[in-house]
């Protein structure tokens, strides 16, 4: 990575232009064309830089559902147990933490009512409790890594 | 918002990632039978709505350098924990700030938040910044380290185009 992608990296984290040719708007100020600024954003994708180009969702604004789990899972049925997380599809990030708890993961869902279910499932499918802590409140969301 | 089955085509299409092309709006929309003009002001609209709450590329932390990410979370009395949230939430540090329920007896623990590093040292060294600037010495705390890393692939919304396409 060079100081272009650097700016690359922490320009495109705050938006991208909706209009007809947004490469070659983000493209200019870089000092870059459209066709160099494309190059270089699949080559960032396929070092494992950059994981997703497009829309960060507000689940809730969606209509669905959004929550953080965890469980407490013996250490020798760690791998077992996060394959079953892992299989829903409705899980996008599941993490081993250094706690009692400590598997943590994201379920989110696109119909009220589907949470439930998924947790349901997880926890017929392992026989372990997952314990449910979905946000009360949000102060800040906002996670923007600088390059 | 509520999402017409054309957004919810649009959203899944959109999960698969922006088309790397020098129209891609127009190329959305040909997976959907739409024109460019109608895929932008789909998307300008939920955007607007704040059903999009950001677009543009999410990096993989770690890859990017940010190797250490640990979840610090505080027990705070519910008659505080508004004020103590706002004000983490405003600290650059944070990255993610959230207030929910405990689950005792395992959890005590109401407020949540995501800080990222280098490495350890740097996050611990940040966290024990915030305690000091904040006062938090006082309430129950703990630092959860990720050791590893199962699965990060994002959300998946939205409804395959051949459903979306019979229901309307």
């Known amino acids: 990575m060079d100081e272009i992608d650097r700016a690359i990296i922490n320009t495109l984290q705050g938006g991208f232009p909706i209009c007809d040719q947004p490469f070659a708007a983000m493209a200019e100020p870089l000092g870059l064309t459209a066709a160099q600024l494309l190059a270089r954003i699949i080559k960032l994708k396929a070092d494992g830089i950059i994981s997703r180009f497009g829309p960060m969702w507000h689940a809730e604004r969606m209509g669905g559902e959004l929550t953080l789990a965890a469980m407490k899972v013996p250490q020798e049925r760690f791998d077992e147990v996060a394959g079953i997380v ?14 009692a708890l400590n598997m943590w993961f994201v379920v989110a869902t696109e119909k009220p009512g589907r949470k439930a279910e998924v947790l349901a499932g997880i926890e017929a499918g392992t026989g372990i409790p997952v314990h449910d802590m979905p946000k009360i409140q949000e102060f800040f969301v906002g996670l923007r890594f600088e390059a | 918002m509520d999402l017409s089955d054309t957004d919810l085509a649009l959203v899944s299409v959109l999960a698969q990632g922006l088309p ?9 929309g040909a997976q959907l039978g739409l024109d460019e003009a109608q895929v932008m002001a789909r998307i300008q609209a939920m955007r607007d709505s704040g059903v999009i709450r950001r677009f543009g590329i999410i990096v993989r932390h770690h890859e990017l350098g940010f190797k250490a990410n640990a979840m610090s979370v505080w027990s705070i009395p519910d008659e505080e924990v508004g ?53 938090l010495g006082a309430y129950p705390h703990a630092v959860l380290f990720s050791t590893r890393r199962f699965k990060q692939t994002g959300a998946r919304y939205g409804r395959p185009i051949h459903q979306a396409a019979a229901a309307e």
């Open chain 2, 20 to 28: 790397m092309v020098s129209h891609p709006y127009r190329a959305v």
């Open chain 2, 83 to 135: 004020k103590v949230g706002r004000l983490l939430g405003d600290a650059p540090e944070v990255t993610l700030c959230y207030r929910r329920p405990p689950r005792l007896p395992l959890w005590p623990y109401n407020l949540f938040c995501m800080i990222h590093g280098r490495d350890r040292a740097e996050v611990e060294e940040t966290i024990g910044a915030l305690n000091r600037r904040f006062v």
């Open chain 1, 86 to 99: 892992n299989s829903h599809p409705e899980v996008s990030q599941n993490y081993a933490r250094e706690h």
